[in-house]
C-alpha cells in the first residue's frame, strides 16, 4: 500500500504546483515517471504489476500513471489494482472498487486483521507491525497469482523523510529503495513515483477527483512514528523555505554514494 495513512482531507497546502494546471502538472509528473522508470529499469514487456490501492492520494496518482503510461508505452504490461482491508471498522474500501471498475482494471480487496492485531499486541509498536503484516499479504498474493511486481505510491518526499528517520532515530543510513527483489527473487517492489513530490501529488489526485478513503485506523495521526515522521517533514519544510532545490539536491545526494567518505568499515570503497 501507498500510505495507509493518508489523510482524508483535500485542502492544498501551498506549494509549487498550487497553481499548475493539470495538464502541464499531468506532463510533470509523466516525465518524471518516465525517467525513473528508464533509470531504474522498472517495468519491461510482460509484466504483471500488482497496484497497491489504499484509497489515499499518493496511491490513486500511481494508478494513474501507470495507467497513462500503459496506454502509451511500446511495450506491453498489465496493472492490477489491489486494497488490504485493514478491519478497522471506518474503513470502505467501496469507492476503491468502483474506481477501478469503472477504469476497466481488475481490481480485488484483501482481508487482513490488522485492527485485531494492533489491538491483541499493544507492546509491539503497531506501524511496524502494520506495514510488515501488509506488505506480507501483498508478496503472499502476488506470489500465489503470479504477479511478479508490487507497485507502492511511496514519493520523493517519503525517500527523503525516511532517509533522516533513519539517521536521526535508527542509526542507519537508508531510505526506501526505487526498486528491490526479495531475496529469494520472488517478488519486485517498484516505487515509480520516487522522484515526484508529494504536493505534485496531492493536486493531481485532486484535480481528477479521485475520492479520498481514510484508512479508519484509531492511531493515524498518533502514534510515535507518525509524530517523527511530521517533525522530519517540518524541518524539510522549514529547510525548503531557504533552500528551495533542497529536494532534489537530496535526490541526486541518494544517487551520489561516497563510500569511502562514510564510516563503514564493511563496504567496498567505491569512489
Ligand atoms: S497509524 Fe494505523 S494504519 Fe497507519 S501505519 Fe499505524 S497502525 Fe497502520
Known amino acids: 500500500m501507498s500510505n495507509p495513512c493518508a489523510l482524508p482531507s483535500l485542502a492544498l497546502p501551498p506549494g509549487r504546483s498550487e497553481f499548475l494546471a493539470l495538464p502541464k502538472l499531468e506532463e510533470r509528473i509523466r516525465r518524471r515517471v518516465g525517467v525513473c522508470v528508464h533509470e531504474f529499469n522498472l517495468i519491461q514487456d510482460g509484466d504483471r504489476?500488482?497496484?497497491g490501492l489504499s484509497g489515499g492520494k499518493d496511491s490513486w496518482a500511481l494508478l494513474d500513471v501507470l495507467e497513462s503510461l500503459r496506454r502509451r508505452a511500446p511495450i506491453a504490461f498489465e496493472l492490477f489494482g489491489v486494497t488490504i482491508d485493514p478491519g478497522f471498522p471506518r474503513f470502505n474500501p467501496d469507492r476503491i472498487a468502483e474506481v477501478c471498475e469503472a477504469k476497466g482494471i481488475p481490481h480485488r480487496i484483501l482481508p487482513a486483521p490488522i485492527d485485531t492485531m494492533v489491538r491483541k499486541r499493544p507492546e509491539v509498536t503497531p506501524c511496524a507491525m502494520c506495514s510488515r503484516f501488509r506488505r506480507g499479504v501483498l508478496y503472499s498474493h502476488a506470489k500465489e497469482h503470479g504477479y511478479n511486481k508490487i507497485a507502492l505510491g511511496h514519493h520523493l518526499d517519503d525517500l527523503i523523510e525516511t532517509l533522516l528517520l533513519n539517521q536521526f532515530f535508527?542509526?542507519?543510513l537508508a531510505?526506501?529503495?526505487i526498486k528491490l527483489t526479495s531475496d529469494d527473487g520472488g517478488n519486485t517492489v517498484i516505487r515509480p513515483l520516487g522522484t515526484c513530490e508529494e504536493e505534485d501529488l496531492r493536486r493531481l489526485a485532486w484535480l481528477k477527483g479521485y475520492p479520498i478513503v481514510p484508512c479508519g485506523c484509531p492511531l493515524c495521526?498518533?502514534?510515535?512514528?507518525?509524530?517523527?515522521r511530521a517533525q522530519v517533514k517540518a524541518l524539510v519544510a522549514q529547510?525548503?523555505?531557504?533552500?528551495?532545490?533542497?529536494?532534489f539536491s537530496m535526490l541526486k545526494a541518494?544517487?551520489?554514494v561516497?563510500?569511502?567518505?562514510?564510516?563503514?568499515?564493511?563496504l567496498p570503497p567505491i569512489t
Open 49 to 51: 504489476i500488482l497496484v
Open 170 to 172: 535508527g542509526g542507519r
Open 175 to 177: 531510505t526506501m529503495p
Open 221 to 228: 495521526g498518533a502514534s510515535v512514528l507518525e509524530s517523527r
Open 239 to 247: 529547510l525548503r523555505e531557504t533552500i528551495p532545490d533542497l529536494k
Open 254 to 256: 541518494m544517487k551520489n
Open 258 to 266: 561516497k563510500t569511502s567518505h562514510l564510516l563503514d568499515g564493511r
